[in-house]
């Protein structure tokens, strides 16, 4: 029983470390696209 305990214990950490892990990454992605859209409408603002 104290094995499965412990299994159980390991997967919640590691469900726990995967959301944050997956959170921040998706931020940086967010983050990323949002300056790149901004350099698009400099770009824009320069040819014109």
């Given at each position: 029983?104290?094995?499965?305990?412990?299994?159980l214990?390991?997967?919640?950490?590691?469900?726990?470390?995967?959301?944050?892990?997956?959170?921040?990454?998706?931020?940086?992605?967010?983050?990323?696209?949002?300056e790149?859209?901004?350099?698009?409408?400099?770009?824009?603002?320069?040819?014109?």
């Amino acid at each position: 029983m104290a094995d499965a305990n412990k299994g159980l214990i390991a997967g919640a950490i590691a469900a726990l470390g995967g959301l944050l892990f997956w959170r921040r990454r998706r931020k940086k992605k967010r983050r990323a696209a949002e300056e790149a859209e901004a350099g698009a409408d400099e770009e824009v603002a320069a040819n014109d």
